[in-house]
T-cell receptor
Framework: QQQVKQSPQSLIVQKGGISIINCAYENTAFDYFPWYQQFPGKGPALLIAIRPDVSEKKEGRFTISFNKSAKQFSLHIMDSQPGDSATYFCAAHDHSGGGADGLTFGKGTHLIIQP | EAQVTQNPRYLITVTGKKLTVTCSQNMNHEYMSWYRQDPGLGLRQIYYSMNVEVTDKGDVPEGYKVSRKEKRNFPLILESPSPNQTSLYFC????????????FGQGTRLTVV
């Protein structure tokens, strides 16, 4: 069964700190790894994504680190702000898998940034 | 503005009373999906559609039906809702090829009593 394992389930970080969320996978057919951000009352929205031919992608304060050999990827939020408080989902796309979008989601991380 | 629109946003219904949650996208996307979100379980795909008249089961299809008669619309049908279908539902669409950004609707919170 295709799975993406996400940890931690919840995370509290002080304002200005670094938030780190980790995901691990087993399926080597995964070829695209997005992170989605969800605010209360809203649908998930794409935050940042990476393909396995690079080890890191940075967009502003958000960075994905990707370790192909370990089959792990992580989201780092630098200088975390209260506005970053949200639920974060990692996902992976299998080009040979089912589903219109082929995405397998992690179970989510509820992030709280304390002022 | 590119968007996926779901209706209704909130719905309380009784067991066994058929209901439909509508989903419409204005981006001319080929791919559309329905997910349910439950605490601790994340997003689980219910059904998906690769194009008009092409639909298939996702991971948790029991108790649900879908149709795709037009490219922009992908309604989710619960013919006999049960309390275990109480959940937050999201419709999503994405363009070809799959694996590009998926756009999600605002969600429909369904309570079945």
């Amino acid at each position: 069964q295709q799975q993406v394992k996400q940890s931690p389930q919840s995370l509290i970080v002080q304002k200005g700190g670094i938030s780190i969320i980790n995901c691990a996978y087993e399926n080597t057919a995964f070829d695209y790894f997005p992170w989605y951000q969800q605010f209360p009352g809203k649908g998930p929205a794409l935050l940042i994504a990476i393909r396995p031919d690079v080890s890191e992608k940075k967009e502003g304060r958000f960075t994905i680190s990707f370790n192909k050999s370990a089959k792990q990827f992580s989201l780092h939020i630098m200088d975390s702000q209260p506005g970053d408080s949200a639920t974060y989902f990692c996902a992976a796309h299998d080009h040979s898998g089912g589903g219109a979008d082929g995405l397998t989601f992690g179970k989510g991380t509820h992030l709280i940034i304390q002022p | 503005e590119a968007q996926v629109t779901q209706n209704p946003r909130y719905l309380i219904t009784v067991t066994g009373k058929k209901l439909t949650v509508t989903c419409s996208q204005n981006m001319n996307h080929e791919y559309m999906s329905w997910y349910r979100q439950d605490p601790g379980l994340g997003l689980r795909q219910i059904y998906y559609s690769m194009n008009v008249e092409v639909t298939d089961k996702g991971d948790v299809p029991e108790g649900y039906k879908v149709s795709r008669k037009e490219k922009r619309n992908f309604p989710l049908i619960l013919e006999s809702p049960s309390p275990n279908q109480t959940s937050l539902y999201f419709c999503a669409s994405s363009s070809s090829p799959p694996g590009t950004e998926a756009f999600f609707g605002q969600g429909t919170r369904l309570t079945v009593v």
